[in-house]
């Protein structure tokens, strides 16, 4: 029979130093952009509310496929410099 190989085990304090190692993944650029994203969505059900056959559409797909998706993918210039130059 194999031996199985034992890890060494990890604390709770030692969780706790990586979390906090690990710097956010939105910056203040990305929740701006996502509470935008999040207004152009809500004005579209508002004016589709109000019987608007070509605005709520326009606001809606710009809201939900085109402003929140930014919002996720964008990266902060400021963070990856400093990244690069600590060596990280």
């Known amino acids: 029979m194999a031996r199985k190989s034992r890890k060494p085990a990890v604390t709770t304090q030692s969780r706790k130093q990586v979390r906090a190692e690990q710097p956010l993944p939105?910056?203040?650029t990305n929740y701006l952009v996502f509470g935008v994203g999040l207004l152009a969505?809500?004005?579209?059900?508002?004016?589709?509310?109000l019987g608007s056959d070509t605005?709520?559409?326009i606001l809606l797909v710009a809201g939900y496929c085109i402003i929140i998706p930014v919002a996720i993918i964008l990266k902060?210039?400021?963070?990856?410099s400093k990244e690069e130059t600590s060596g990280g």
């Open 26 to 28: 939105f910056g203040r």
């Open 41 to 49: 969505v809500i004005l579209g059900f508002i004016t589709l509310a």
């Open 55 to 57: 605005l709520a559409p």
């Open 76 to 80: 902060d210039k400021r963070k990856e």
